[in-house]
């Protein structure tokens, strides 16, 4: 009597250990793709942010109107608003574009919304934040 594997049994162990290691390889190619997303949804709420913290300054002027400043069209900025990054910033090889909404609340003056988007990948993924001011 013989111990041992044919080759049949082999081949077959072999081919059930490759598509499981494809399996997995298949998995690990869907992580890095998505930390990727994730690490670009992150630098454009960085960047949504630090637009809002530069429009803060009393310094710069809102407009007296109800404006939509989109930077993928080059809407060019008015007396100073919006403020540094629009219209657009690189970080590293992806390109953010920024799109700036201002409005005027209706029946409370001085009272003024920025919500600004920040969108990446020709416009498919963004970032949106709004904030409210008071200006006298």
Same mark, same amino acid.
């Given at each position: 009597?013989? /111990? #041992?594997?044919?080759?049949?049994?082999?081949?077959?162990?072999?081919?059930?250990?490759?598509?499981?290691?494809?399996?997995?390889?298949?998995?690990?190619?869907? #992580?890095?793709?998505?930390?990727?997303?994730? /690490?670009?949804?992150?630098?454009?709420?960085?960047?949504?942010?630090? !637009?809002?913290?530069?429009?803060?300054?009393?310094?710069?002027?809102?407009?007296?109107?109800?404006?939509?400043?989109?930077?993928?069209?080059?809407?060019?900025?008015?007396?100073?608003?919006?403020?540094?990054?629009?219209?657009?910033? $690189?970080?590293?090889?992806?390109? !953010?574009?920024? /799109?700036?909404?201002? $409005?005027?609340?209706?029946?409370?003056? #001085?009272?003024? $919304?920025?919500?600004?988007?920040?969108?990446?990948?020709?416009?498919?993924?963004?970032?949106?934040?709004?904030?409210?001011? !008071? /200006?006298?």
């Amino acid at each position: 009597m013989k /111990r #041992g594997f044919t080759l049949s049994e082999v081949i077959l162990a072999l081919a059930l250990l490759a598509m499981m290691a494809l399996g997995l390889l298949a998995l690990v190619i869907a #992580g890095i793709q998505l930390s990727g997303q994730n /690490r670009q949804g992150l630098l454009s709420a960085k960047l949504a942010q630090q !637009f809002l913290e530069n429009s803060r300054d009393r310094s710069l002027h809102l407009p007296n109107d109800n404006r939509t400043f989109d930077g993928a069209a080059n809407d060019p900025a008015l007396d100073g608003f919006p403020p540094a990054p629009y219209p657009s910033v $690189s970080v590293g090889a992806e390109a !953010f574009v920024l /799109r700036v909404k201002h $409005s005027l609340v209706p029946g409370k003056a #001085g009272l003024h $919304s920025i919500e600004v988007t920040v969108s990446w990948r020709d416009g498919t993924h963004a970032s949106r934040l709004e904030t409210y001011f !008071f /200006r006298d």
